[in-house]
């Protein structure tokens, strides 16, 4: 639906964070392009009609000289056939506004010092700019710092990880009804692996736990460990145990791994450790902000 | 800051306008458990002295499966594209873009066998 049509306040905002960097964006907005490098990358997200939102990073040796470099960007983006170019500023942050195409675009820069990125923030306005809603959006930019215990968070496609800062997101994999976030470390030890799949009454004719068994294939030597527990709101199948051997070592890796029904969007999560002594109790969450 | 490439009209939304339709010279076989099969006769002949050889069918059978069959009756030429992306989304408790991703990617091989045909909408000015 069109902002126009319900009027954006009605619509909820979703928090998205990718590459430790977190923003809220209306419910309806979905995330469509990614990009897996820390250097340098870009997220892109559409509402059903096109695409409302742009998120672009770039690893930076420090903070800019941010009026000198807009000066620098309005010049490059008038050759580049923008329209109407001068500055802006909402929610207190410096941008650009033009009109490319016939479309209104505002972008604006941020430095997340924290992180050493250039960040920016792309907004086309198919419908006309709506300031309000550019505003909200401006304000929740942060960049999300790490738990406690060191771990990183990510949250995207409905999947809310808790990631040791050790693993990198390696491969991403989003198709309908299907999404994968797989996480290494360096060396390719210690896999961390988190899923959620959809439409599962069409293809699941078997328990959680026969699921999880037939995916995770745990060795009988030693006996896997299972057990079952209500966590949430939700009934957790849960099994630690020996990997079958791999390799001509014959080495079987420790995993664990978990897998239950979503009551709230009927979906099926699951996440694999191999390797990973330091996993946090809830690598994965389904509902809810946490 | 890079010049971002954000286009605001989604390259989808020629798709999202257009109605199929079924192929309404297509015979349509009700299978157990709510599956299709839709058979849509060849336009391709073979000539002999291949056809000497070869047994000839006049038709080809696309089965459908259930969820390709809700695709298939929802395709009546009333609803646009987009209407069948709702449905889908709503009864299979998916995005709206994951629904359009398989949706459309369904409609263009029933396209290409035949099944279905599509009617695009003309652009407004």
Redesign the interface.
Known sequence: MRNAEIGIRDVQMELWIWRHLGIRLPG?W?M?QYSLKMESG?C?F?D?????F?M?W?RVDGPPDFDR?LSD?QA??TE?GMENGHRITNAGIDGLKGTM?G?T?T?F?RYAAGESC?V?L?F???DGRDKELEREVLESFQEVPAYADGCRRWRAFGMDAKVPARLTLEGCRA???LTEWSFVDKHHRTVLRCARR??VK?WMNESVHSWLEREVRPDARPPAHWRHEQRGGHAVDRVEGRALPQGWLRRKRHLQSEAWICQG???LYSWIAENAADMPSEPLRCCGEG | MRNAQCQAKGPWMEMLRAHAMQNRAARVERDPGGTLSVWVEQTRRIRPPLSWIVRFRGERATRLDRIGSRVWSLCDGQRTVEDVVTAIATQYRLTFHESRVAVTGYIKTLIQRGVLAIEVAEETV
Not at chain 1, 48 to 52: C, E, P, S, T
Request: aromatic share 10%; no cysteine.
């Open positions: 309806d979905e469509l870009r892109a559409a059903r009609y096109g695409f409302r742009e672009t770039r470099m960007y490059k983006l580049d195409n479309d675009i972008r820069g250039l920016e792309v086309p306005w198919p198709e309908p009804a959809g439409m069409e969007d009927g979906r």
